[in-house]
């Protein structure tokens, strides 16, 4: 057999998640879930707010790591578990830490279009046209970019430490 026989034999296998990998990643989960609560209570962020995020968060988190574990082979499940990692990272802007604070702001708005990203490759977590690819990948270079070129022009502050000008109040 040839290499290019072999190759497409392994094609699209995706051997079990091992219980360890997934009730380790559930733990983590929840542990930076858990930070996510106690960062937003330190910091007064809104009650509702934090709990929407954190549920919303977890919802997404937990429903992939269960997607994963019952269907390896399907993508949805990583890219659910990723889509709620990306809302806890974006809690990081509760901080007023400088470099954990430009961390959240720059994910601040993926989790938008990682829901989006969601939708439109269930149920076999592919993007499977041209247009779904250009609006996924415009989405996520939007979302960053668009926060990258706020803070340097310093709207989250001057203390930022990407802020190059101050164009707040301009």
Same mark, same amino acid.
């Given at each position: 057999?040839?290499?290019?026989?072999?190759?497409?034999?392994?094609?699209?296998?995706?051997?079990?998640?091992? #219980? %360890?990998?997934?009730? =380790?990643?559930?733990? +983590?989960?929840?542990? /930076?879930?858990?930070? $996510?609560?106690? &960062?937003?209570?330190?910091?007064?962020? #809104? %009650?509702?707010?934090? =709990?929407?995020?954190? +549920?919303?968060?977890? /919802?997404?988190?937990? $429903?992939?790591? &269960?997607?994963?574990?019952?269907?390896?082979?399907?993508?949805?499940?990583?890219?659910?578990?990723?889509?709620?990692? /990306?809302?806890?990272? $974006?809690?990081?802007?509760?901080?007023?830490?400088?470099?954990?604070?430009?961390?959240?702001?720059?994910?601040?708005?993926?989790?938008?279009?990682?829901?989006?990203?969601?939708?439109?490759?269930?149920?076999?977590?592919?993007?499977?046209?041209?247009?779904?690819?250009?609006?996924?990948?415009?989405?996520?270079?939007?979302?960053?970019?668009?926060?990258?070129?706020?803070?340097?022009?310093?709207?989250?502050?001057?203390?930022?430490?990407?802020?190059?000008?101050?164009?707040?109040?301009?």
């Amino acid at each position: 057999l040839g290499p290019a026989v072999v190759g497409s034999s392994l094609r699209g296998r995706r051997l079990p998640v091992p #219980p %360890l990998v997934s009730w =380790g990643t559930a733990a +983590a989960v929840l542990v /930076a879930a858990a930070g $996510s609560v106690a &960062l937003g209570l330190r910091y007064e962020i #809104p %009650l509702l707010h934090v =709990g929407l995020t954190v +549920a919303g968060a977890l /919802a997404y988190s937990l $429903s992939g790591v &269960l997607a994963w574990t019952l269907r390896p082979r399907n993508r949805l499940g990583p890219l659910m578990l990723l889509t709620g990692t /990306a809302w806890l990272v $974006s809690t990081l802007s509760w901080s007023p830490d400088p470099v954990l604070l430009t961390v959240g702001q720059l994910g601040d708005l993926v989790p938008l279009v990682a829901v989006l990203h969601v939708f439109l490759a269930f149920p076999d977590g592919r993007l499977h046209g041209g247009v779904e690819r250009g609006l996924v990948a415009t989405g996520y270079a939007t979302a960053v970019g668009g926060q990258l070129v706020t803070m340097l022009l310093g709207g989250f502050g001057t203390t930022a430490p990407l802020a190059v000008v101050d164009l707040q109040d301009a």
